[in-house]
């Protein structure tokens, strides 16, 4: 037998267990399977088919972005890439408005709108920094500390969010490891969006020197720089910027929906 429709009952209870429990304490493949669960078809199909496409989106931005590797694809690949993540955000957009604000609770859109703050610090600095980025032992030592500093912050918060919610049967620290990685992965793919737009349409108006970032974009440039060696600075920049940022906040996790919860309480 087919289980009965959730009520509107069903679904504030469902919605608030997984803003307060699941969410805090990173379980993110709990959420989905709860959300999942909530827009079980054949009612609400729309709303997988949403994820759906949203997913497709979500590939298509990293096809093209891996193919910025190849120095003679970078200016066709990031024009496709800035494309890919419009309509990538704009679904997410969409959804989000049709389908109620449970829909977005899996996709953490919160490290985003923090891991803009980063970004402007990005565009402010002097343009020194991305002048002299290449590939190099220097590069990939600053990514694995801002990332490896990134995944220790949210490491530490999810073993103190889940004191005592897990039977400690030893796997206790490979599950909390899990969540945090995979929180982390999700922040990383939020903040290679913010770093691709905000590098390439933002510091390229605001920035210094930004014509000469302009002809860095268009693969006309002279200086030995590397497109994909900006990006990936901007990206795990924008990822340590947005996960300590959130201790800015009031009393929540980065995990958070878009909402202020002062407001939603008292209403």
């Given at each position: 037998m087919?289980?009965?429709?959730p009520t509107a009952a069903d679904k504030a209870v469902l919605v608030d267990v997984v803003e307060r429990h699941l969410l805090p304490?990173?379980?993110v493949g709990a959420t989905w399977s709860a959300v999942w669960g909530l827009y079980r078809p054949p009612v609400y199909h729309r709303a997988l088919v949403a994820y759906v496409t949203a997913a497709l989106g979500l590939a298509l931005v990293i096809a093209f972005f891996s193919a910025i590797l190849m120095p003679f694809m970078?200016?066709?690949?990031?024009t496709f890439t800035l494309l890919a993540i419009g309509v990538c955000y704009l679904l997410i957009g969409f959804g989000t408005l049709i389908h109620g604000r449970a829909w977005a609770m899996p996709l953490f859109l919160r490290i985003?709108?923090?891991?803009?703050?980063?970004?402007?610090?990005?565009v402010a600095f002097h343009p020194d920094w991305w002048e002299n980025v290449t590939w190099g032992w220097g590069l990939i030592s600053a990514l694995v500390v801002l990332g490896g500093v990134s995944f220790g912050y949210l490491l530490i918060e999810a073993r103190n969010h889940n004191t005592g919610m897990i039977s400690d049967r030893g796997w206790t620290p490979f599950v909390l490891a899990v969540r945090a990685l995979s929180v982390t992965i999700t922040g990383l793919v939020h903040s290679l969006f913010v770093a691709v737009v905000g590098m390439i349409t933002l510091t390229t108006v605001f920035g210094e020197k930004n014509h000469q970032l302009r002809e860095v974009w268009a693969g006309t440039?002279?200086?030995s720089v590397s497109p994909s060696a900006i990006l990936a600075a901007a990206?795990?920049?924008?990822?340590?910027?947005?996960?300590?940022?959130?201790?800015?906040?009031?009393?929540q996790p980065i995990t958070a929906p878009l909402s202020h919860r002062r407001w939603r309480d008292e209403r």
């Open positions: 087919a289980p009965p429709d304490r990173f379980a970078e200016s066709v690949s990031i985003p709108a923090a891991g803009a703050v980063g970004l402007i610090v990005l440039s002279d200086l990206t795990f920049w924008c990822l340590a910027a947005g996960v300590f940022s959130q201790i800015l906040w009031d009393d």
